[in-house]
Nanobody
Framework: VQLQASGGGLVQTGGSLRLSCVDSRRTFTNNGVGWFRQAPGKEREFVATISWRGDRTHYADSVKGRFTISRDNAKNTVYLQMNSLNPEDTAVYYC?????????????????WGQGTLVTVSS
């Protein structure tokens, strides 16, 4: 698996988690990376994205102000810090590598996907 997502788990409402996405093949240094999520019975949706330099980020309105995406290219890792979690954030979270240097919210722009990590927020 090229992209390995981890850090999911069970947390109470208001809690925090930090997800990590490691690129084992060291191929996304020049690419935007995004986080998406898919709740049971729903389509996969965009969460956040970061440019290859880490200087440009974009968030879904539903997570803006609560989630922060960052990256450490020296460690081939992208992070998603999630604060003030609520039950609506429950989903499998996926990281993905964009075909472009700057990520976007478009799923079709992403060429490589990780296996996902489950986040469950209890009320």
């Amino acid at each position: 698996v090229q992209l390995q997502a981890s850090g999911g788990g069970l947390v109470q409402t208001g809690g925090s988690l930090r997800l990590s996405c490691v690129d084992s093949r060291r191929t996304f240094t020049n690419n935007g990376v995004g986080w998406f999520r898919q709740a049971p019975g729903k389509e996969r949706e965009f969460v956040a994205t970061i440019s290859w330099r880490g200087d440009r980020t974009h968030y879904a309105d539903s997570v803006k102000g609560r989630f922060t995406i960052s990256r450490d290219n020296a460690k081939n890792t992208v992070y998603l810090q999630m604060n003030s979690l609520n039950p609506e954030d429950t989903a499998v979270y996926y990281c993905a590598k964009s075909r472009y240097a700057v990520g976007s919210s478009e799923l079709s722009h992403y060429v490589t996907w990780g296996q996902g990590t489950l986040v469950t927020v209890s009320s």
